[in-house]
């Protein structure tokens, strides 16, 4: 069980945090911002948080859209300055989960287990999308808004802003780790993030790690999910001092993915 947070060790942790700078603006940058676009109600909305692609179900406010990526944001940079070393893969995830327990999130399950690949090649996305079916099942409009998400991703040139972003923050040589979560807000008002972490080996350089392939002797993949309930009235306190630490950061760490690319699409 994870322990009682309280406001103002929160508030302190999140004042005191000393964050990696954010990494210097290169040229055609501002084509990234060009197309990003503003957290809307009522639409089903991704984004691309450092190594943490976020997907947000209709129903979440746009305010609580932000205050999730904000707070995935300010986990990862904290992990990375705690365990500056990128191939320390499990390290970086105990200060990640540690982070989003200071910021409210009431995380239970923080165990991996070994993904078992039944056949001889392995495919990241596809063993992405298996995971996804155990935690959301039988929530398929859920599983459907993942799987759109991916599809969005795989779509876009490997040289896209977002998946720069995303290659710079998750992998490193023959190793990476990344994130997938989705964001629902229920009935009353409360929000659930179904969270999925992943810690990836190879015995070769790893590329594009969503859609990465090799044997399977050739690839260890280690996976955490679970259903996550979110502190709101914490979150609403610490949301101002995660804004101010992070102002420097969200134009680097930050690309939300257009919106029309996570239509359903027509049956064919």
């Not at 972003?165 to 998750?170: D, G, N, T, V």
């Not at 760490?253 to 257009?258: A, E, V, Y």
């Amino acid at each position: 069980m994870p322990k009682p947070v309280d406001i103002a060790r929160s508030r302190q942790f999140v004042r005191s945090a000393v964050l990696p700078p954010a990494p210097p603006r290169t040229r055609g940058a501002g084509d990234a911002d060009s197309v990003d676009e503003a957290l809307q109600a009522g639409k089903a909305q991704a984004a691309v948080v450092g190594s943490e692609l976020v997907s947000f179900a209709t129903n979440v406010a746009p305010q609580w859209r932000q205050d999730l990526i904000n707070c995935s944001l300010f986990a990862q940079l904290w992990a990375k300055a705690e365990v500056a070393d990128p191939t320390r893969i499990f390290d970086w995830y105990d200060a990640y989960f540690g982070a989003l327990q200071q910021l409210g999130w009431m995380v239970q399950d923080q165990g991996f287990a070994v993904y078992v690949e039944t056949s001889q090649n392995f495919s990241a996305h596809e063993a992405i999308l298996k995971v996804a079916e155990g935690l959301l099942m039988p929530s398929m409009g859920s599983l459907a808004l993942v799987k759109t998400t991916l599809d969005a991703l795989a779509s876009m040139d490997q040289g896209s802003p977002f998946i720069t972003l995303f290659s710079r923050e998750s992998q490193q040589a023959s190793t990476a780790r990344f994130q997938i979560s989705l964001a629902e807000q229920s009935a009353d008002g409360g929000l659930t993030v179904a969270l999925m972490a992943f810690g990836l080996e190879a015995k070769t350089t790893l590329t594009q790690v969503l859609f990465f392939k090799s044997l399977a002797s050739q690839a260890t993949l280690r996976h955490c999910s679970g259903k996550v309930s979110i502190n709101t009235s914490l979150l609403e306190a610490l949301r101002p001092d995660l804004s101010e630490q992070l102002k420097e950061h969200a134009r680097s760490f930050i690309r939300k993915l257009p919106s029309k690319l996570l239509q359903p699409r027509a049956p064919t």
